[in-house]
């Protein structure tokens, strides 16, 4: 049972008499129980106006201080995080946005950059690129830029947007690390439409062949449509551009130069660079470096064989809408192919001791005329040249065992069937041993300005001289050159 009682009221006045008049409890014998129980206090008087502590009032109950809500505190520490972290994120993007990072269709978004002149790790076998044909075999290496992060602005600007440029380079080593012929080749893709310049050069210092392609592109979805790869085949080995998405509104641009040691005999070099002006070998500058086959394609851009020094046993040059001009020596055929458009002069050398000498001259069948110059000779051997029917000009042929000249009176004006135009042969020396003389197409009114006069000159002293002036020579039509060669005495 709990009693309680009111705050006010007070105990009985006998409770307050002092503690010395209460009963002792007995003696003890321990010193311990020596004491007075329970101890003595101070008596206090009925008289006293204060209570003792013990009964004193209690304090009146005061409210504790208010407290925030818990929620409260909670929110505001949030809203300050996301404060700091707001002025953070704005901070950051600001200074990105002026340093170009962040601009509409900056180049260098969402690249991954690679150290100044890394490499990228090597492709898998069997890989090949997007838009690369099956004939150019697969990739060994693609797009292995050599550029540091950020854009590295070219010279040429425009108003809408900067013009970047990356590089890289590649060492077109055989499929073996011993070699003395090599076949390279440079390619853009069927559906590409990059465009840029090409040219062929020779290096003394080098040992292999090198190729650097410098890329100018002004967006990075052109950038990232094209692929640049070194492509390998069973005997060939090159570069190869392609383009994944030949729709685009931009393509790339490229500065292609390949280098070639001096002394290297290149067996085969093929170029398929529809939007690539071709340039093979500079004027004024000594190209040291002989090809076996020499085969450029192309289609809107010119082509270029300069100096004297370019030689190759067989070239064929192939355009379509612009001109090929070319000046070097070949030793067996040149093979001209273009429509549309015009074929400068090109002159060819051929000279062997004891070897045939076999020249070819061919116009494709919508190419205009060529100026052909050929001088072809030889000792001890049979010298046999092929022009067809577009050649104009001046013939010579001498030769210690026969010189024959084989021509067509009848043939159809390859440029205008319609023209009225007719085969003139004028011969003014014809013996065994020598023939001289000139043929063109005429009257020259019927077809707009005058005749471009080249030249064939023959020369051997124990085998025979042979001039076609008709279809080209293939097949049975050619002759047997080691039946015209003088047999080998005891």
Not at 394 to 402: A, D, E, M, Q
Request: negative net charge; proline residues 10%.
């Amino acid at each position: 049972m709990i009693i309680t009682q009111p705050p006010d009221a007070k105990l009985p006045e006998h409770l307050y008499q002092s503690y010395s008049t209460l009963p002792r409890l007995p003696a003890s014998n321990d010193p311990a129980s020596d004491h007075v129980y329970p101890p003595h206090r101070q008596s206090l008087s009925s008289t006293d106006s204060e209570l003792p502590p013990a009964y004193a009032e209690p304090a009146p109950h005061l409210p504790p201080p208010p407290r925030r809500p818990r929620s409260k505190r909670r929110l505001r520490f949030i809203a300050a995080g996301v404060l700091m972290i707001y002025i953070a994120s704005t901070t950051v993007l600001l200074a990105l946005f002026l340093t170009g990072h962040l601009r509409r269709n900056h180049p260098f978004r969402d690249r991954d950059w690679p150290s100044a002149g890394a490499l990228t790790p090597a492709l898998p076998p069997g890989y090949r690129p997007p838009g690369a044909p099956v004939n150019d075999g697969f990739a060994d290496l693609c797009n292995t830029w050599m550029s540091t992060p950020g854009p590295r602005l070219s010279k040429r600007r425009t108003d809408f947007q900067p013009e970047y440029s990356d590089y890289l380079q590649f060492a077109l080593t055989g499929n073996s690390s011993a070699y003395d012929t090599v076949k390279l080749f440079v390619h853009s893709g069927i559906n590409s439409a990059a465009s840029g310049t090409f040219t062929v050069t020779s290096d003394e210092s080098l040992e292999v062949p090198i190729v650097d392609v410098t890329m100018k592109y002004r967006t990075w979805g052109a950038r990232n449509a094209t692929n640049v790869c070194l492509m390998r085949t069973l005997d060939m080995v090159g570069l190869g551009i392609y383009t994944s998405n030949s729709s685009a509104p931009e393509h790339p641009s490229f500065d292609i130069a390949l280098h070639l040691p001096s002394g290297l005999f290149v067996d085969e070099l093929n170029t398929l660079l529809p939007y690539f002006t071709q340039n093979v070998g500079r004027r004024k500058v000594k190209f040291t470096v002989p090809f076996g086959l020499l085969k450029l394609q192309g289609t809107f851009s010119p082509m270029y064989v300069n100096g004297d020094d370019v030689t190759a046993q067989n070239v064929e040059a192939q355009t379509s809408f612009s001109t090929i001009y070319g000046e070097f020596t070949t030793s067996e055929s040149l093979t001209l192919k273009t429509s549309q458009a015009s074929v400068s002069d090109f002159t060819i050398q051929a000279t062997s001791a004891n070897a045939p000498v076999s020249v070819v001259v061919t116009h494709d069948k919508d190419s205009s005329a060529a100026k052909i110059d050929v001088s072809a000779s030889s000792s001890y051997a049979p010298v046999v040249v092929s022009l067809d029917p577009m050649f104009e000009g001046t013939f010579s042929l001498s030769s210690g065992v026969g010189a024959d000249l084989k021509e067509d009176l009848d043939l159809p004006d390859p440029i205008d069937p319609h023209s009225g135009r007719s085969r003139h042969y004028v011969i003014t020396q014809s013996t065994a041993f020598e023939v001289h003389g000139s043929v063109d197409w005429g009257p020259d009114w019927a077809y707009p300005g005058p005749p471009r006069m080249g030249s064939a000159n023959l020369t051997t002293q124990h085998a025979k001289a042979v001039l076609y002036l008709k279809k080209q020579c293939t097949g049975d039509i050619c002759p047997n050159m080691n039946a015209m060669s003088l047999p080998v005495s005891g």
